[in-house]
């Protein structure tokens, strides 16, 4: 072989042999701790030769911020409607790469065993994040303590303040808290509303313990994987994928949490 030859060869060499070794590496996923990284966690028993590292989120963590800085390779903790908050907010434009599964928020009270008993006058603690806080209101909405102007009709185009309540018959107070610190506000007001991630980890079981839940049906709010659009196709990335959108995966939610989350798909 020429030497002209040979220096090309390796070369080729060299990259293919970098470019192994960069796609070797473990995929760093920033997730919260219930149920995302449990998911992910699991997935590693049954698919060894993905490497993955979970690195579990703490309250005041923005996951979007660790990804936009490559400090991770994928997130796994949001819905689609609070993705695009973020892109918004952030200037920043990321991937979807799964769609997983649906944590129904939830009404949840130390006070009332119904809500029929929900006083006149009472707070109702909520996320405050935009599209959290949305949500929150059609669920207040869907169970009828409150009716939000004719204009919101859709929770996956509009985005509700308290502001926008049209009728309040019981006056119900809103209070704006952080998504994580609800749980802990239980004892201090009449209602509060949670999301299906941080009412698990707060010992609660949406399916029994709340006193209305967000269907699953037609719901805008799917758990997704996220990573930029430069490791879209990255092969690790679609490995991921496939495994949280797999039958094992789909199984294991069904089996752990009892319909307090639901795997999108499949189906059976």
Do not use: C
């Amino acid at each position: 072989m020429k030497p002209a030859a040979l220096k090309l060869a390796g070369l080729a060499l060299s990259l293919s042999l970098a470019w192994g070794s960069a796609h070797a590496e473990a995929l760093r996923i920033a997730a919260d701790a219930v149920p995302h990284a449990e998911i992910l966690n699991y997935i590693k028993t049954f698919d060894p030769k993905l490497d993955i590292n979970v690195v579990e989120l703490t309250s005041g963590v923005n996951a979007n911020e660790l990804l936009a800085n490559g400090d991770v390779d994928a997130n796994y903790f949001q819905h689609v409607p609070y993705l695009k908050d973020q892109e918004k907010a952030l200037g920043k434009t990321f991937a979807v790469a799964a769609t997983v599964h649906i944590e129904p928020l939830g009404i949840y009270s130390r006070k009332y065993k119904d809500l029929k008993s929900i006083p006149d006058n009472a707070t109702v603690a909520v996320p405050n994040n935009t599209t959290n806080l949305s949500r929150s209101l059609f669920l207040l909405q869907s169970q009828g303590l409150i009716k939000l102007n004719a204009t919101f009709t859709d929770p996956a185009t509009t985005l509700a303040t308290p502001k926008d309540i049209a009728e309040n018959p019981k006056h119900i107070k809103i209070l704006e808290i952080e998504s994580p610190q609800i749980p802990r506000s239980l004892d201090d007001v009449d209602l509060a509303v949670i999301n299906g991630n941080y009412a698990l980890e707060a010992g609660l079981t949406p399916a029994k313990d709340a006193l209305g839940l967000e269907s699953a049906e037609h719901n805008p709010y799917a758990n997704i994987l996220v990573t930029n659009p430069a490791l879209a196709n990255d092969p690790r990335i679609k490995e991921l994928a496939k495994d949280l959108t797999s039958p094992q995966v789909a199984e294991f939610i069904r089996k752990n949490y009892n319909g307090s989350v639901i795997p999108v798909a499949p189906q059976s």
